[in-house]
């Protein structure tokens, strides 16, 4: 088999048409290890969600509400969507409590995301104002590939959104079937579990 697929026009890695044993991650050991630094956001996005700020600031700790504060001055390409935007930065602040010693902005000292919780807490969709890239994790795109993302410094320093798990093997494309469908619609997520299923033998 290729080592890519193309599935409604985009590149996708063969290796999530596999059988794995693993699971989700487990918040209370991981303590979000993903959120240790800022994400990339388009600015289309962070302009939303400075549009929506009386939204969600009382979902962020006090000193953190200000949105002056929320994202840094950079401004660059992103060259690694088959689309592309220009994208800017989450803050990142110091937070002693958290293992890495660092956190984004957004990131509540209960490990939640605060652009999340004000999604879910004022009944949109959780990821109504939660960047792409986040809720995209652990896939990430790739030079125009969307891949899991397993060599990246989250991994390497302990946080596994696919951490081993003893038992029945599950395929990749139903563990991560939200984030699939985020990044390939709903017909081509529909078109690679086709494709899975026929991988692994129709099961």
Request: glycine share 10%.
């Given at each position: 088999m290729n080592k890519e697929l193309?599935?409604?026009s985009l590149r996708v890695d063969a290796d999530l048409l596999q059988r794995r044993e693993v699971r989700r991650c487990n918040l209370a050991e991981c303590q979000s290890s993903c959120c240790s630094g800022g994400v990339y956001i388009t600015v289309r996005e962070a302009e939303?969600?400075?549009?929506?700020?009386?939204?969600?600031?009382?979902?962020?700790?006090?000193?953190r509400r200000d949105p002056a504060l929320w994202f840094d001055d950079?401004?660059?390409?992103?060259?690694?969507?088959?689309?592309?935007?220009?994208?800017?930065?989450?803050s990142v602040i110091n937070d002693p409590s958290h293992p890495a010693g660092t956190t984004c902005i957004f990131l509540r000292p209960d490990r939640l995301c605060a652009l999340q919780k004000a999604s879910i807490e004022t009944g949109e969709h959780p990821w109504r104002y939660k960047p792409y890239y986040c809720a995209l994790h652990p896939l990430v795109w790739d030079e125009k590939v969307l891949v899991l993302a397993e060599g990246s410094e989250v991994y390497l320093e302990?946080?596994?959104?696919?951490?081993?798990?003893?038992?029945?093997?599950?395929?990749?494309?139903?563990?991560?079937?939200?984030?699939?469908?985020?990044?390939?619609?709903?017909?081509?997520?529909?078109?690679?579990?086709?494709?899975a299923q026929q991988h692994n033998g129709g099961g």
């Open positions: 193309i599935i409604n939303d969600v400075l549009a929506h700020a009386e939204i969600i600031q009382p979902f962020l700790p006090e000193a950079s401004r660059e390409p992103d060259d690694d969507h088959p689309v592309g935007e220009m994208c800017t930065g989450t302990g946080g596994s959104c696919n951490r081993p798990a003893p038992g029945a093997p599950i395929q990749l494309v139903e563990l991560f079937d939200d984030e699939l469908t985020l990044a390939l619609g709903a017909d081509g997520y529909s078109e690679l579990r086709t494709v």
